[in-house]
């Protein structure tokens, strides 16, 4: 079984990012609180929603919960150099702590929803015939519409 679970703070701002196909990922690291003074740093990659949703709710310093799977890459770089990687890639994420990016938007959002009420809110003006700048009124009876 290859599972892992982590809760951490994040250590920088998230930023959205694709690959050369256009999938999208993110990449971030969490700090592990080990003890006094003490941390571990957990590199992480999310994919798709996932990333999406953690790009756009979680900020620097943030705790995060995140559940996904322990994963070891293998590759050459430019140079020519074996490169091994490991991280977890993201599976699951639980928000746990009001990131500022969330609150900013709420702001956001209220006053867009004052806004909308303060529109609603006003007073209707009257009712213009929609057919009044076509001249003379025109009399339907019943007899036309069967």
């Known amino acids: 079984m290859n599972k892992v679970i982590l809760i951490g703070n994040v250590t920088k701002d998230i930023e959205a990012k694709a690959t050369q196909s256009g999938k999208n990922y993110c990449s971030f690291t969490l700090a592990l609180n080990r003890g006094k003074d003490k941390a571990d740093f957990a590199p992480c990659i999310a994919w798709d929603k996932a990333s999406e949703l953690i790009t756009k709710y979680v900020s620097k310093g943030d705790k995060l919960a995140v559940e996904g799977r322990y994963t070891t890459d293998n590759y050459t770089n430019k140079e020519g150099k074996n490169i091994t990687r490991t991280y977890v890639t993201v599976e699951r994420t639980e928000f746990l702590s009001k990131s500022k990016k969330a609150s900013d938007e709420q702001q956001v959002d209220q006053q867009k929803t004052a806004d909308i009420k303060k529109e609603l809110d ?14 003379n009124n025109s009399n339907v009876d019943d007899d036309f519409l069967e």
Not at 123 to 134: H, L, N, S, Y
Request: glycine letters at 8%; hydrophobic letters at 35%; aromatic letters at 14%.
């Open 122 to 135: 006003k007073p209707a003006e009257e009712a213009k015939d929609p057919f009044a700048d076509f001249g």
